[in-house]
């Protein structure tokens, strides 16, 4: 018995380890401001060019942003944050959008139907979900020096940008468990002042 019991122990050592790396790692970040060390960085380049299809099978790509702002948030469906940004995202959508402010959220790497499922229809979301299907967009988005240790995409989740009618990246955002901004109070003053 005490065999058994050490052997499925030992067998799913690996992925528990493996998730408290990915929360220590994210909670170690100290992202407090949109202005501060890499995110500073970033405000001012160009957003990286893609294409993807939305849940509804719909092509959009990065083109379809230029001459609004966009808020781009950047998900999964089993990552606790991003749904607690999620009905926010839709509430600044419903408060923006006749200003021709676009909002999109692309989640990394999931199934159309469970992203349908989990995000579109459980938060009744009114704006374009984009299927990011390989990782490899999320990815193009991620900082070379953040968070080493994860994959590029995962660097991304729960990211917030706000992308201006150039195309240039106006506020940028990751995950900061120690000052997790559910209801993007920082995203909306930035945006506020750009309108």
Same mark, same amino acid.
């Given at each position: 018995?005490?065999?058994?019991?050490?052997? #499925?122990?030992?067998?799913?050592?690996?992925?528990?380890?493996?998730?408290?790396?990915?929360? /220590?790692?994210?909670?170690?970040?100290?992202?407090?401001? *949109?202005? =501060?060390?890499?995110?500073? +960085?970033?405000?001012?380049?160009?957003?990286? =060019?893609? %294409?993807? @299809?939305?849940?509804?099978?719909? +092509?959009?790509?990065?083109? @379809?942003?230029?001459?609004?702002?966009?808020?781009?948030?950047?998900?999964?469906?089993?990552? *606790?944050?991003?749904?607690?940004?999620? *009905?926010?995202?839709?509430?600044?959508?419903?408060?923006?959008?006749? @200003?021709?402010?676009?909002?999109?959220?692309? &989640? #990394?790497?999931?199934?159309?139907?469970?992203?349908?499922?989990?995000? #579109?229809?459980?938060? @009744? /979301?009114?704006?374009?979900? /984009?299927?990011?299907?390989?990782?490899?967009?999320?990815?193009?988005? +991620?900082?070379?020096?953040?968070?080493?240790?994860?994959?590029?995409? %995962?660097?991304?989740?729960? +990211?917030?940008?706000?992308?201006? *009618?150039?195309?240039?990246?106006?506020?940028?955002?990751?995950?900061?468990?120690?000052?997790? &901004?559910?209801? /993007?109070?920082?995203?909306?003053?930035?945006?506020? %002042?750009?309108?």
């Amino acid at each position: 018995m005490k065999t058994k019991f050490f052997s #499925v122990t030992k067998r799913h050592l690996l992925p528990l380890l493996s998730f408290f790396s990915l929360v /220590l790692g994210l909670s170690s970040c100290m992202h407090t401001s *949109p202005a =501060e060390g890499y995110e500073a +960085a970033y405000l001012g380049t160009t957003s990286p =060019e893609f %294409e993807l @299809q939305t849940t509804y099978g719909e +092509a959009y790509s990065s083109e @379809q942003m230029k001459g609004k702002y966009t808020v781009l948030h950047i998900a999964t469906t089993w990552c *606790p944050f991003c749904n607690a940004e999620a *009905p926010h995202l839709e509430k600044i959508y419903q408060d923006y959008k006749d @200003q021709g402010v676009e909002v999109l959220i692309m &989640d #990394v790497k999931e199934d159309r139907d469970l992203v349908q499922e989990k995000l #579109v229809d459980n938060f @009744q /979301l009114n704006f374009p979900v /984009l299927l990011d299907t390989d990782g490899a967009v999320g990815a193009s988005f +991620a900082p070379a020096d953040v968070l080493p240790d994860l994959a590029r995409d %995962e660097v991304m989740l729960a +990211a917030n940008l706000l992308i201006d *009618p150039e195309g240039k990246i106006r506020f940028f955002s990751l995950l900061d468990t120690k000052a997790f &901004d559910a209801e /993007l109070i920082k995203l909306k003053e930035v945006l506020d %002042e750009s309108l």
